[in-house]
């Protein structure tokens, strides 16, 4: 462990001792505030709600059934919620690698927070000699997700009033299990940079994960699609990109 740490010491030392290394970097952060869709897929006959549908049962002595308490609540496997939050994407040189840092509410309850990291292939591509740009990003996400759970069930009740009602008691820990993911994450947008520097972006992404978690493991899903609306800055770290033949004369001198 000892021999780990001081590995992993050298080599940040290494990095930030090499200015060009730093230069070669790219970070961008920004807000992203938008709207998803879960598709949770949950068994609702093996999930926590059998309780509390057996106790309204126990209330009903004429008899009341599984499809009619499914009816009442209104009970669905997929449901929308708004996502707000912020996110970091680093670069190396132009490259098409990106990893991307996130920190979103919860596609399962906006009241919650989730948590990613996403190692992508892609690239963003300028159209022309325009500030306009399309995006295309695709790779490996791991997610802790805050909200799935205990929220995903209350919010996938139909009926605004039960749903009110019951998410004043409803707490069981962890009722779908693990609240990690490993997904297979895409997103694609279209965007508009400003400054001679192109640091400062807006535009819109849509996106989309698939779940790839075992289901020995967890049945229920966190498959998910979603679109959202960004402002993102661009830190070169005092690097200054080529601009190639976007701009005559080109701002790099060239």
């Known amino acids: 462990m000892k021999l780990r740490g001081f590995s992993c010491f050298l080599i ?18 920004g807000m992203n505030l938008g709207a998803s ?47 707000m939050g912020f996110s970091g994407t680093l670069t190396y040189r132009n490259w098409p690698v990106a990893v991307t840092g996130e920190m ?10 989730a948590y990613s990291v996403t190692l992508e292939l892609g690239k963003a591509f300028f159209l022309g000699d325009s500030d306009f740009q399309l995006s295309a990003y695709g790779g490996y996400q791991f997610v802790k997700d805050l909200g799935f759970g205990s929220e995903t069930l209350v919010n996938s009740i139909g009926d605004k009033e039960i749903r009110g009602l019951v ?17 297979f994450h895409l997103r694609a947008g279209v965007g508009q940079t400003f ?6 972006s807006v535009g819109l992404e849509m996106y989309g994960a698939l779940d790839m978690t ?8 966190m498959n998910c699609v979603g679109i959202q609306a960004y402002a993102r800055f661009l830190f070169d770290f005092g690097f200054r990109r080529n601009f190639d033949d976007r701009f005559y004369p080109n701002p790099n001198g060239k």
């Open 12 to 29: 940040s030392l290494f990095l930030f001792s090499n200015l060009q290394a730093q230069r070669n970097f790219h970070l961008q952060v």
């Open 37 to 83: 869709r879960l598709f949770h897929n949950t068994n609702f006959e093996t999930s926590k709600l059998v309780p509390l549908y057996k106790t309204i049962e126990a209330t009903h002595k004429e008899g009341y059934s599984w499809d009619q308490f499914k009816a009442d609540f209104g009970l669905r496997d997929a449901y929308n919620q708004p996502r």
């Open 104 to 113: 979103m509410s919860s596609t399962s309850s906006y009241t919650k927070m």
């Open 167 to 183: 998410s004043e008691y409803f707490d069981p820990v962890k009722p779908l299990g693990p609240q990690t993911a490993q997904m």
């Open 195 to 200: 400054g001679i520097d192109d640091q400062l």
């Open 214 to 221: 075992d289901r020995a493991t967890r049945q229920a899903r």
